[in-house]
């Protein structure tokens, strides 16, 4: 379970941060930031941050409000950044990644001199100083805090474009390759929120052209 052990280790406040959509086949990459000032969280918070990927869409959705219900009370501070498919395919999702990492920290209205970063790899010319946390967001409340507000946050996008395209199921896979989405990729084709940089995409543009 997460805890605030290595946040102790700064005389400051840090910032947590972690992205959600490496994987998916559409949709942009999101980041969140998430600066804890005041560790004295309500204990719903406390017993509930964890690995996104380890909690219910239920008590993710939870957590997110009450999370921007703390940033209200001035005891945390969150940004959200993302990258759009055009820039995933230009430049690689790695590199995306790192573009939604630095909006999300340039989007926090309180901006610190280091952060926690999810993951082995560095954001490329990223504003503060970095840590990096493998597996960061079991291990940190605040790395915690920002997996859930970029799931969160990229899982109502998804929810939003399935009204636009009702075919691939966005609002169940989140643009994850399940069997509902390739139906949909077999029978109503590529769109512009694809990934054409993924192989499986790919192939199906190439099969389209054929």
Same mark, same amino acid.
């Given at each position: ?7 102790? !280790? ?17 949709? =942009? $990459?999101?980041?969140?930031?998430? $600066? ?39 005891? *945390? ?12 395919? /230009?430049?690689?999702?790695?590199? &995306? !990644? ?18 926690? $970063?999810?993951?082995? /790899?560095?954001?490329?010319?990223? =504003? ?32 939003? *474009? ?15 390759? !399940? ?15 694809? /990934?054409?940089?993924? /192989? ?6 190439? &099969?389209?052209?054929?």
């Amino acid at each position: 379970m997460p805890d605030f052990e290595l946040e102790k !280790t700064y005389s400051f406040p840090v910032a947590g941060i972690d992205e959600a959509g490496r994987g998916p086949w559409a949709g =942009p $990459v999101v980041a969140g930031a998430v $600066v804890i000032k005041d560790q004295n969280l309500d204990d719903f918070l406390l017993a509930g941050l964890n690995d996104s990927k380890k909690l219910t869409a239920a008590k993710r959705e939870a957590l997110y409000e009450r999370l921007f219900e703390a940033q209200e009370q001035g005891k *945390l501070c969150i940004g959200i950044g993302q990258a759009s498919v055009e820039e995933i395919d /230009r430049y690689n999702i790695l590199q &995306a !990644t790192f573009m939604a990492m630095r909006r999300a920290y340039e989007a926090l209205a309180e901006k610190p001199l280091a952060a926690l $970063v999810d993951g082995n /790899r560095t954001p490329k010319d990223f =504003p503060c100083a970095c840590q990096t946390v493998v597996k960061g967001d079991g291990k940190s409340y605040s790395v915690a805090a920002a997996s859930i507000v970029a799931k969160v946050y990229r899982d109502r996008l998804m929810a939003d *474009l399935a009204q636009q395209y009702p075919y691939y199921g966005f609002e169940k896979n989140a643009g994850y390759g !399940t069997k509902l989405h390739i139906d949909g990729l077999k029978k109503y084709g590529v769109i512009a929120e694809h /990934r054409k940089s993924y /192989r499986p995409i790919k192939e199906f543009l190439l &099969a389209d052209a054929g």
